[in-house]
């Protein structure tokens, strides 16, 4: 079980040395100049869950776009790194490991938020119900796992200790554990960690099960926040604009569709595309299915969905020269919504 202190310079030093390498590995995926664009879209997925894009193309929302499973994603920075390198076409992090990544010369673009956290969809911060752990200053030298380091998890973290009180060399003294989604309710049980980062179904189905409860969510420290976005290399936008365009103006719609469907109807179609999928999943997770948690309408991006976790990482010292702009790293340009439109 790894056990690093100061995670997050180490996970983020590894996307900046995968930026470097970005430049050349990017031409791998996409159209070369002068050939006919690319409408397939290589991509990883997430075992025993539905992402936005295969919820899109279910519905039809995505034209001739089709989507090619590459496999699963162990984390965001990992999935990110795959889209810098040209290992797939697309991929999706917090919005903090895309900052860093871009701040690195990476040459990508964020172009729709795909998650985030409000009242039914947050990411908490659990103990069992008869752990001594009530606030920050009883973290210190406890273990703390979540599915990865250096992401949202971690810097959510590190920010409630910060605004808690802990200097600097206490926050150095919480333990941050990486484990895989799927195995962190059961490390939590079994005492293997003090306390467990869970969002989404998981949390939900770890709820469900009883005998644990929350220090504190994302909602509460931060309100309702888009918090992560999928991006594009931008030679694949260069030279797909098109089909860029079709797949924001899917996935928005996809939020919006499961965002006005009763939510019945939305885990029901997640069983379905699972089952139809042939992946050997196990379902039940999709049944705990609340909401994206997207704040913007059809995944429309704002600056301070950015510039939050740019403050964060220039205060950290994670950010070398002149911080980033918002607008440097993201684009609402392909999508419909951004206009107070809708896609056709």
């Not at 956290?117 to 001594?132: K, N």
């Not at 484990?179 to 309710?185: A, G, M, R, W």
Request: with cysteine; hydrophobic share 40%.
């Amino acid at each position: 079980m790894a056990s690093p202190r100061r995670v997050l310079p180490r996970a983020l030093a590894a996307l900046t040395a995968l930026a470097l390498l970005a430049p050349a590995a990017g031409c791998g995926g996409g159209a070369a100049a002068g050939s006919a664009p690319t409408t397939e879209l290589r991509y990883q997925g997430s075992a025993g869950q539905v992402t936005l894009p295969e919820l899109a193309a279910d519905l039809g929302y995505l034209g001739d776009v089709r989507l090619n499973w590459i496999g699963n994603v162990t984390g965001g920075p990992q999935d990110i790194q795959a889209t810098a390198t040209g290992q797939s076409d697309f991929g999706g992090a917090f919005n903090g490991a895309i900052v860093k990544l871009a701040a690195a010369n990476a040459p990508i673009t964020a172009v729709i938020s795909y998650y985030g956290s409000d009242a039914q969809s947050f990411q908490g911060y659990y103990v069992p119900d008869d752990s001594p752990i009530r606030g920050p200053r009883d973290l210190i030298g406890r273990k703390v796992g979540m599915n990865t380091l250096g992401a949202h998890a971690e810097a959510v973290l590190k920010t409630w200790l910060s605004r808690g009180g802990l200097s600097a060399e206490e926050i150095a003294q919480v333990e941050l554990v990486a484990l895989p989604p799927v195995n962190i309710e059961q490390s939590l049980r079994q005492k293997q960690i003090d306390v467990a980062v869970l969002g989404g179904v998981i949390r939900d189905r770890a709820v469900a099960n009883g005998g644990i409860r929350t220090i504190f969510t994302d909602f509460e420290l931060l309100g309702a926040f888009s918090a992560g976005a999928y991006v594009f290399r931008d030679d694949f936008i260069r030279r797909n604009p098109a089909t860029v365009k079709a797949f924001v103006a899917g996935v928005g719609r996809a939020i919006e569709w499961a965002r006005s469907q009763p939510r019945e109807t939305v885990v029901a179609r997640f069983e379905s595309i699972i089952a139809k999928r042939g992946r050997n999943e196990d379902p039940s997770l999709v049944r705990h299915w609340k909401s994206s948690g997207v704040a913007g309408r059809g995944g429309v991006i704002t600056d301070q969905e950015f510039a939050t976790w740019i403050d964060w990482l220039a205060a950290e010292g994670e950010l070398k020269g002149d911080k980033p702009r918002p607008g440097d790293v993201y684009t609402n340009e392909y999508n419909p919504f951004a206009a107070g439109g809708a896609a056709a």
